[in-house]
């Protein structure tokens, strides 16, 4: 068996380009999906999966962790960085499916079967609005308490919001007052038997990181995402020490290499591992051992596409510190028609049930795909009030 061709397919999708990789083989009908979704660098992730398929062309695509180490050591470059992560990612993620296929069962049960028998979901509030997700204007703070009421009403027992503004470097108490207004409403609406989870998005300085986590920590928070840059990871350290609130973060972070520094620190509560970008489902495998042997939660970061929720799901029902899987369900309405899922979620306590058909269990239809081609993102610009440039 061999790798024929590797294939990226681009579906615009509202405020992002899925990414989805095709790799073909010479068995007829046997072929695996990946998904490479980057924000605002679609152009840069195809092209470099176009360069990583030079050297797999030919392969036995069942090899995967050999497939991974060339892909990451070859062309001198170490896949190290965002662009390559997410292609390496995309192709990785693909491989899997072929192996589950070649096997006849979910990937799940190419890494020891399933350690559950469901997963919880949330949800992000504004239901894939960009003026809900990130409007920070300081009188929206019903509204805040209006949106967590229908993720409520739409079975979530968790969600996630960015209660937290545009912040300067150092700013006096507006803020986080605003922050505390947010996430009180919130609190208000849904009471304390609903989990609420607050990302900062790295918007604020280390400093007011800590602020606003200190603000917040009356609202027993399921957790605080990202209260500061990640590549600051001291800083980030220095926050989960002095607050009783768990602080999450790994997102932004490629391969092992990027979340040790993390586990060394001690610097966080929850990991939030991309699997579209950290490196794929193998190199998801390794740092979720790390966060066994820390005994830290796993909640993957995932509002791409669908093949992206496939595999964290895949994940999340072999790997035993895995806690939540954050989903998109209502960001396009033609979501469904893209793609065919193998696993069934019960909506009314958005809890999933594991996939039982082989692979990752999902279909992509190409057709759908190619009426949805290709269009620039529309660029996030933030500043702040005296024109300086900001974090979004």
């Not at 995402?225 to 609130?245: G, H, N, Y």
Request: aromatic share 10%; charged share 25%.
């Amino acid at each position: 068996m061999k790798i024929t061709k590797i294939e990226p397919l681009v579906c615009h999708a509202r405020m992002r380009n899925w990414i989805f990789v095709k790799v073909h083989t010479d068995q007829p009908g046997l072929y695996g999906w990946g998904e490479a979704t980057l924000e605002w660098h679609t152009r840069g992730v195809v092209g470099a999966i176009e360069d990583l398929a030079q050297l797999l062309i030919g392969e036995d695509p069942t090899r995967v962790e050999h497939l991974w180490q060339m892909m990451y050591r070859q062309h001198f470059w170490h896949g190290n960085g965002i662009v390559r992560g997410t292609a390496i990612s995309g192709i990785d993620i693909a491989l899997w499916d072929i192996v589950g296929k070649v096997r006849g069962v979910p990937c799940h049960k190419l890494w020891g079967g399933p350690v559950r028998d469901y997963i919880r979901l949330y949800s992000h509030l504004g239901g894939g609005k960009m003026e809900d997700m990130y409007c920070c204007d300081p009188a929206d703070a019903k509204r805040f308490g209006d949106l967590a009421h229908k993720a409520v009403e739409e079975g979530f027992t968790a969600f996630k919001c960015m209660a937290v503004p545009e912040t300067a470097p150092l700013e006096g108490l507006q803020p986080i007052r605003y922050a505390e207004a947010c996430v009180k409403a919130m609190r208000d609406a849904v009471g304390d038997s609903i989990d609420i989870m607050v990302d900062c998005h790295a918007r604020p300085s280390p400093r007011m990181g800590l602020l606003f986590a200190k603000a917040l920590e009356p609202y027993n928070l399921y957790w605080f995402e990202e209260p500061c840059w990640p590549e600051t990871m001291e800083d980030i350290a220095l926050i989960q020490r002095s607050v009783k609130t768990p602080i999450a973060t790994g997102e932004r972070l490629v391969g092992t290499w990027g979340f040790r520094e993390l586990f060394e620190r001690r610097a966080a509560s929850v990991i939030q591992p991309d699997i579209t970008h950290c490196g794929g489902l193998s190199e998801a495998r390794k740092i979720a051992a790390m966060a066994e042997a820390y005994r830290v939660a796993v909640a993957p970061h995932n509002p791409q596409g669908p093949v992206s929720t496939a595999a964290s799901l895949e994940l999340g029902f072999a790997t035993p510190s895995y806690v939540i899987c954050e989903t998109v369900h209502s960001d396009v309405p033609w979501r469904a028609d893209v793609v065919k899922e193998g696993f069934t979620v019960d909506t009314k306590g958005r809890t999933v049930r594991p996939n039982t058909r082989p692979g990752l269990g999902i279909e992509i239809n190409e057709d759908e795909v190619r009426k949805h081609p290709f269009q620039q993102e529309t660029l996030q610009r933030v500043f702040y009030k005296d024109g300086s440039v900001g974090d979004w």
